[in-house]
T-cell receptor
Protein backbone atom coordinates (compact mmCIF):
# COMPACT_ATOMS: atom_id res chain seq x y z
CA UNK A 1 0.00 0.00 0.00
CA UNK A 2 1.25 3.50 -0.88
CA UNK A 3 1.95 5.54 2.23
CA UNK A 4 0.82 8.90 3.50
CA UNK A 5 2.46 11.25 6.00
CA UNK A 6 0.41 13.45 8.30
CA UNK A 7 1.28 15.57 11.35
CA UNK A 8 0.57 13.74 14.60
CA UNK A 9 -1.55 16.55 15.98
CA UNK A 10 -2.95 19.97 15.19
CA UNK A 11 -4.90 22.63 17.03
CA UNK A 12 -7.51 25.02 15.76
CA UNK A 13 -9.66 27.72 17.25
CA UNK A 14 -13.38 27.27 17.07
CA UNK A 15 -15.07 28.90 14.08
CA UNK A 16 -11.81 29.27 12.18
CA UNK A 17 -10.82 27.32 9.05
CA UNK A 18 -8.58 24.27 9.45
CA UNK A 19 -6.16 22.97 6.84
CA UNK A 20 -5.06 19.39 7.46
CA UNK A 21 -2.08 18.45 5.27
CA UNK A 22 -1.16 15.06 3.85
CA UNK A 23 1.90 14.05 1.85
CA UNK A 24 1.79 11.08 -0.50
CA UNK A 25 4.84 11.37 -2.72
CA UNK A 26 4.65 7.75 -3.95
CA UNK A 27 1.04 7.98 -5.11
CA UNK A 28 0.24 6.00 -8.25
CA UNK A 29 -2.05 6.99 -11.09
CA UNK A 30 -4.86 4.74 -9.91
CA UNK A 31 -4.79 5.80 -6.24
CA UNK A 32 -7.73 7.78 -4.94
CA UNK A 33 -7.14 10.06 -1.93
CA UNK A 34 -9.65 9.28 0.81
CA UNK A 35 -10.20 11.07 4.12
CA UNK A 36 -11.93 9.56 7.12
CA UNK A 37 -12.25 10.82 10.65
CA UNK A 38 -12.86 9.15 13.99
CA UNK A 39 -14.65 11.05 16.72
CA UNK A 40 -14.00 9.94 20.32
CA UNK A 41 -15.62 6.59 21.13
CA UNK A 42 -17.05 6.19 17.63
CA UNK A 43 -16.24 4.26 14.48
CA UNK A 44 -14.42 5.88 11.58
CA UNK A 45 -16.55 8.12 9.39
CA UNK A 46 -16.03 8.84 5.69
CA UNK A 47 -15.36 12.51 4.94
CA UNK A 48 -14.41 12.95 1.29
CA UNK A 49 -12.36 11.51 -1.55
CA UNK A 50 -10.90 12.60 -4.86
CA UNK A 51 -8.58 11.63 -7.69
CA UNK A 52 -7.20 14.76 -9.38
CA UNK A 53 -9.64 17.66 -9.08
CA UNK A 54 -10.57 19.52 -5.92
CA UNK A 55 -13.75 18.24 -4.31
CA UNK A 56 -16.36 19.81 -2.05
CA UNK A 57 -19.13 18.26 0.01
CA UNK A 58 -21.22 19.26 2.99
CA UNK A 59 -18.53 18.20 5.45
CA UNK A 60 -15.30 19.52 3.94
CA UNK A 61 -13.24 20.41 0.87
CA UNK A 62 -10.33 18.47 -0.55
CA UNK A 63 -7.57 20.34 -2.33
CA UNK A 64 -5.25 18.14 -4.38
CA UNK A 65 -1.88 19.38 -5.60
CA UNK A 66 -1.32 19.43 -9.33
CA UNK A 67 1.35 16.69 -9.09
CA UNK A 68 -0.91 14.76 -6.69
CA UNK A 69 1.94 14.29 -4.22
CA UNK A 70 0.08 16.13 -1.48
CA UNK A 71 -3.43 17.10 -0.51
CA UNK A 72 -5.18 19.21 2.08
CA UNK A 73 -8.46 18.60 3.86
CA UNK A 74 -10.17 21.89 4.60
CA UNK A 75 -12.78 22.33 7.30
CA UNK A 76 -14.21 25.74 6.58
CA UNK A 77 -15.33 26.58 10.08
CA UNK A 78 -14.18 24.29 12.89
CA UNK A 79 -16.65 23.41 15.60
CA UNK A 80 -16.04 21.53 18.83
CA UNK A 81 -17.69 18.50 17.18
CA UNK A 82 -14.86 18.42 14.62
CA UNK A 83 -12.34 17.36 17.27
CA UNK A 84 -11.29 13.94 16.00
CA UNK A 85 -8.50 11.91 14.44
CA UNK A 86 -8.35 12.58 10.69
CA UNK A 87 -6.97 9.90 8.40
CA UNK A 88 -5.60 10.51 4.91
CA UNK A 89 -5.62 7.22 2.98
CA UNK A 90 -4.58 6.19 -0.52
CA UNK A 91 -6.86 3.58 -2.02
CA UNK A 92 -6.32 2.02 -5.42
CA UNK A 93 -9.38 2.13 -7.66
CA UNK A 94 -9.56 -1.67 -7.55
CA UNK A 95 -8.75 -2.01 -3.86
CA UNK A 96 -11.45 -3.46 -1.70
CA UNK A 97 -10.27 -2.36 1.73
CA UNK A 98 -9.18 0.83 3.47
CA UNK A 99 -5.93 0.82 5.47
CA UNK A 100 -5.63 3.32 8.31
CA UNK A 101 -2.44 5.00 9.47
CA UNK A 102 -2.03 6.92 12.73
CA UNK A 103 -3.76 10.06 11.37
CA UNK A 104 -3.79 13.61 12.71
CA UNK A 105 -5.44 14.30 16.04
CA UNK A 106 -7.27 17.62 15.73
CA UNK A 107 -8.09 19.60 18.86
CA UNK A 108 -10.56 22.48 18.63
CA UNK A 109 -10.17 25.23 21.21
CA UNK A 110 -13.30 27.12 22.27
CA UNK B 1 -29.70 8.02 6.85
CA UNK B 2 -29.13 4.24 6.95
CA UNK B 3 -26.40 3.06 9.28
CA UNK B 4 -24.40 0.01 10.30
CA UNK B 5 -25.48 -1.32 13.68
CA UNK B 6 -23.42 -3.52 15.98
CA UNK B 7 -24.42 -5.54 19.01
CA UNK B 8 -23.58 -5.76 21.82
CA UNK B 9 -21.88 -2.45 22.49
CA UNK B 10 -19.74 -4.08 25.18
CA UNK B 11 -18.94 -7.75 25.69
CA UNK B 12 -16.96 -9.20 28.55
CA UNK B 13 -15.73 -12.77 28.25
CA UNK B 14 -13.28 -15.09 29.94
CA UNK B 15 -10.09 -16.22 28.27
CA UNK B 16 -10.66 -19.37 26.24
CA UNK B 17 -14.35 -18.72 25.65
CA UNK B 18 -15.96 -18.31 22.23
CA UNK B 19 -17.48 -14.97 21.37
CA UNK B 20 -19.68 -13.85 18.48
CA UNK B 21 -19.89 -10.19 17.52
CA UNK B 22 -22.89 -9.19 15.45
CA UNK B 23 -23.40 -6.57 12.80
CA UNK B 24 -26.28 -5.47 10.60
CA UNK B 25 -24.80 -3.77 7.53
CA UNK B 26 -26.63 -1.22 5.41
CA UNK B 27 -29.31 -3.15 3.56
CA UNK B 28 -28.29 -2.76 -0.09
CA UNK B 29 -24.55 -3.08 0.53
CA UNK B 30 -22.63 -6.03 -0.88
CA UNK B 31 -19.15 -5.67 0.68
CA UNK B 32 -18.55 -6.28 4.37
CA UNK B 33 -15.58 -5.79 6.66
CA UNK B 34 -14.30 -6.26 10.18
CA UNK B 35 -11.65 -4.02 11.72
CA UNK B 36 -10.29 -3.81 15.24
CA UNK B 37 -8.69 -1.10 17.33
CA UNK B 38 -6.70 -1.92 20.43
CA UNK B 39 -6.93 0.90 22.99
CA UNK B 40 -4.69 3.80 22.00
CA UNK B 41 -3.63 2.21 18.72
CA UNK B 42 -4.63 2.55 15.08
CA UNK B 43 -7.59 0.93 13.34
CA UNK B 44 -6.47 -2.41 11.86
CA UNK B 45 -8.03 -4.31 8.95
CA UNK B 46 -9.07 -7.87 9.74
CA UNK B 47 -11.13 -9.24 6.86
CA UNK B 48 -13.28 -8.35 3.87
CA UNK B 49 -16.22 -10.42 2.63
CA UNK B 50 -18.13 -10.41 -0.64
CA UNK B 51 -20.48 -12.82 -2.34
CA UNK B 52 -20.52 -15.14 0.69
CA UNK B 53 -16.79 -15.63 0.86
CA UNK B 54 -13.71 -13.96 2.27
CA UNK B 55 -12.10 -11.60 -0.27
CA UNK B 56 -9.04 -10.72 1.75
CA UNK B 57 -7.74 -11.17 5.28
CA UNK B 58 -4.87 -9.77 7.29
CA UNK B 59 -2.22 -11.64 9.31
CA UNK B 60 -4.25 -10.93 12.44
CA UNK B 61 -7.18 -12.97 11.08
CA UNK B 62 -5.85 -16.43 11.95
CA UNK B 63 -7.66 -19.75 12.45
CA UNK B 64 -9.24 -18.48 15.67
CA UNK B 65 -11.34 -16.04 13.68
CA UNK B 66 -14.22 -16.71 11.31
CA UNK B 67 -16.92 -14.66 9.62
CA UNK B 68 -20.36 -15.57 8.46
CA UNK B 69 -23.38 -14.04 6.84
CA UNK B 70 -25.98 -16.42 8.24
CA UNK B 71 -28.98 -14.71 6.66
CA UNK B 72 -29.76 -11.73 4.44
CA UNK B 73 -29.12 -9.12 7.08
CA UNK B 74 -26.53 -10.16 9.69
CA UNK B 75 -22.74 -10.36 9.43
CA UNK B 76 -20.89 -11.97 12.32
CA UNK B 77 -17.33 -12.28 13.59
CA UNK B 78 -16.55 -15.32 15.73
CA UNK B 79 -13.48 -15.72 17.89
CA UNK B 80 -13.21 -19.37 18.88
CA UNK B 81 -10.97 -19.23 21.94
CA UNK B 82 -10.39 -15.70 23.13
CA UNK B 83 -7.02 -14.50 24.39
CA UNK B 84 -6.24 -11.48 26.55
CA UNK B 85 -4.74 -9.75 23.52
CA UNK B 86 -8.06 -9.97 21.68
CA UNK B 87 -9.36 -7.20 23.93
CA UNK B 88 -10.14 -4.35 21.58
CA UNK B 89 -12.87 -2.37 19.88
CA UNK B 90 -14.21 -4.29 16.88
CA UNK B 91 -15.76 -2.32 14.04
CA UNK B 92 -17.97 -3.67 11.31
CA UNK B 93 -18.23 -1.80 8.01
CA UNK B 94 -20.08 -2.15 4.74
CA UNK B 95 -20.03 -0.48 1.36
CA UNK B 96 -21.27 -0.59 -2.17
CA UNK B 97 -24.40 -1.53 -3.89
CA UNK B 98 -24.30 -3.20 -7.26
CA UNK B 99 -21.90 -1.43 -9.63
CA UNK B 100 -20.47 0.92 -7.00
CA UNK B 101 -16.68 0.72 -7.19
CA UNK B 102 -14.29 2.48 -4.83
CA UNK B 103 -17.29 3.48 -2.72
CA UNK B 104 -16.64 4.67 0.84
CA UNK B 105 -16.91 2.36 3.84
CA UNK B 106 -19.65 2.97 6.40
CA UNK B 107 -18.66 1.94 9.91
CA UNK B 108 -20.67 0.97 12.95
CA UNK B 109 -19.86 2.34 16.38
CA UNK B 110 -18.17 -0.85 17.44
CA UNK B 111 -18.29 -3.58 20.06
CA UNK B 112 -15.84 -3.24 22.91
CA UNK B 113 -14.54 -6.74 23.72
CA UNK B 114 -12.91 -7.24 27.09
CA UNK B 115 -11.23 -10.58 27.73
CA UNK B 116 -10.47 -11.33 31.38
Amino acid sequence: DAKTTQPNSMESNEEEPVHLPCNHSTISGTDYIHWYRQLPSQGPEYVIHGLTSNVNNRMASLAIAEDRKSSTLILHRATLRDAAVYYCILRDVLDDKVIFGPGTSLSVIP
Amino acid sequence: EPEVTQTPSHQVTQMGQEVILRCVPISNHLYFYWYRQILGQKVEFLVSFYNNEISEKSEIFDDQFSVERPDGSNFTLKIRSTKLEDSAMYFCASRGGRGEYNSPLHFGNGTRLTVT
